[in-house]
């Protein structure tokens, strides 16, 4: 699993430059308590099959793909209650949303943990991407949305993304890490009409580039 820290992309062994091994939900939940922020309204995107990784996922949904003997949205959840989130909302298909909320409320429960979740169901079939998905919240919030995919794992506080979203008053604000390239990948075959975006920064004032 890749783990996105403050310091950048790793391969599921360090964080921060600390030797972790195997990653321990519970150390998630432990970490110093954050200060809540407020007027975001958190959505998990869990709604991805998991296409480059069928072998794993060909009978689950790719956020119950586990990561440590656990299952891998866990770990975004498990972020934002230590972000004193008490209400969230999970974007997911239909197919998959009883395998989801069933693990998701026995954590909680088995936690003693109290958190709302809201989850927001698209069709099978459909092709939408993730502001087609977030249009559906449209009707449930007027709040600025803070948008996490359900395979982040990561200890950057959200309080400082927040800050600076704040500071410059901007429309997004994104939080982005070099990208893992696992060794030999060079060496893999591409599909020739394999179409992608590419996301940087300006080296000069820091604007997000699409």
């Known amino acids: 699993a890749v783990v996105s820290t403050q310091s950048g992309h790793y391969a599921g062994v360090k964080i921060d430059g600390e030797e972790v091994g195997m990653i321990n939900t519970s150390n998630i939940l432990r ?40 299952p891998m949205i866990w770990y975004p959840v498990s972020f934002l209650i230590n972000h004193k989130f008490e209400e969230i909302y999970i974007v997911v298909r239909e197919s998959g949303k009883d395998r989801i909320e069933h693990f998701l409320t026995t954590e909680l429960r088995k936690r003693n943990l109290d958190l709302n979740i809201d989850y927001v169901c698209i069709e099978d079939e459909s092709d939408f991407g993730t502001a087609d998905s ?43 890490a070099p990208r893992y390239t696992p060794p030999n990948s060079e060496n893999r075959k591409r599909n020739k ?14 604007r997000m580039l699409f």
Not at 53 to 63: G, H, R, S, V, Y
Not at 139 to 161: G, H, M, Q
Request: charged share 25%; with cysteine.
């Open 134 to 176: 977030l249009r559906l919240l449209a009707p449930k919030t007027k709040s600025d949305l803070l948008v996490i995919s359900s395979d982040l794992i990561t200890r950057v506080s959200l309080n400082d993304l927040a800050n600076v979203h704040r500071a410059n008053n901007a429309a997004i604000t994104a939080l982005i």
């Open 193 to 206: 009409k394999d179409d992608r975006d590419f996301i940087g920064l300006d080296p000069g004032d820091d």
């Open 31 to 70: 970490l110093r308590s954050r200060k809540r922020c407020p007027e975001y309204t958190a959505v998990i995107m869990a709604a991805g099959y998991g296409s480059q990784m069928f072998e794993l996922a060909n009978d689950m949904p790719k956020c119950m793909i586990p990561v440590a003997n656990v």
